[in-house]
């Protein structure tokens, strides 16, 4: 499979780059710096690093991997070059409190907004998944998937697949997002009381 990793250069894209690599994809990691995105493609093994808009051209599969912040902005930035080609979501906005971490209020996921800014069919998933537990290895537990289009979300949980020790499971339509992007605050809430590094692992399946 041919994936591009747009913010391939921060922890959980290099992290998934390196396991893509490993599984035998052809992986460009991608960056809004072409030379940050050459070394680290470098370090991840990756076919190669180039400038966002070049990396996603010609691949079979998109993840949106720059902060979570970022993610839309990029998204329409990027619709041009990314086309028609199916994109995965990975990101979770959280709000961090005194009280602890929040998911943020409002009702829509950031891969519901990212599908109205594309032309390209969107899917959501991985959010469950740590940088830190990617980064060894396959990472530990399921991986949850969600979308509209069967064959984008077919494409993402073949992705998936490769990069968990566990399941890559089919978590239904789109809006599913709200509740995978969700989770993060609640495993990241997990992480810190406990000390852990926390994943999902869905029983009775
Ligand atoms: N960290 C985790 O454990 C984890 C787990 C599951 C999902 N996720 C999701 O994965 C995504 C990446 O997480 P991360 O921890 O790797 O994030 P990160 O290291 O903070 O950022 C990733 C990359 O985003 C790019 N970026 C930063 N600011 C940007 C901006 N204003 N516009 C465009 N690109 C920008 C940077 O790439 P360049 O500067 O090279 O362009 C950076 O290397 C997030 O959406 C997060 O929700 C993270």
Redesign the pocket.
């Known amino acids: 499979m041919k994936v591009a990793v747009v ?1 391939g ?6 992290a998934l780059a390196q396991r893509l690599v490993e599984a035998g994809d052809h992986v460009v990691i991608g ?3 072409a030379a ?2 050459r070394e680290k493609a470098s370090e991840a093994g990756a076919f190669d690093g180039a400038a ?1 808009a070049d990396a996603v051209r010609d691949v079979d599969l998109v993840v ?8 839309l ?2 998204a329409e930035e990027l619709a041009g070059a990314i086309g028609a080609t199916p994109v995965l979501s ?3 906005e959280l709000r961090f409190t005194k009280t602890g971490v929040h998911p943020t209020a409002g009702g829509r996921s950031i891969a519901e907004r990212t599908q109205e800014l594309l032309d390209a069919p969107v899917v959501a998933g ?7 537990s990617l980064a060894g290895g396959k990472a530990d537990g399921d991986a949850l998937v969600c979308g509209d289009d069967a064959a984008a979300k077919d494409l993402a949980l073949r992705l998936a697949a490769k990069i968990v020790a566990g399941r890559a499971l089919d978590a239904g339509p789109l809006s599913s997002a709200r509740a995978l992007e969700g989770m ?1 605050a609640v495993i990241v809430n997990l992480n810190r009381r406990y000390k852990g590094h926390a994943g999902v692992r869905i029983v009775g399946l």
């Open positions: 913010g250069t921060g922890d959980f894209g290099l960056s809004r710096d940050r995105a966002n949106l991997a720059v902060k979570a912040e970022a993610a902005s990029t990975v990101a979770s991985l959010h469950s998944l740590a940088a830190s993060t």
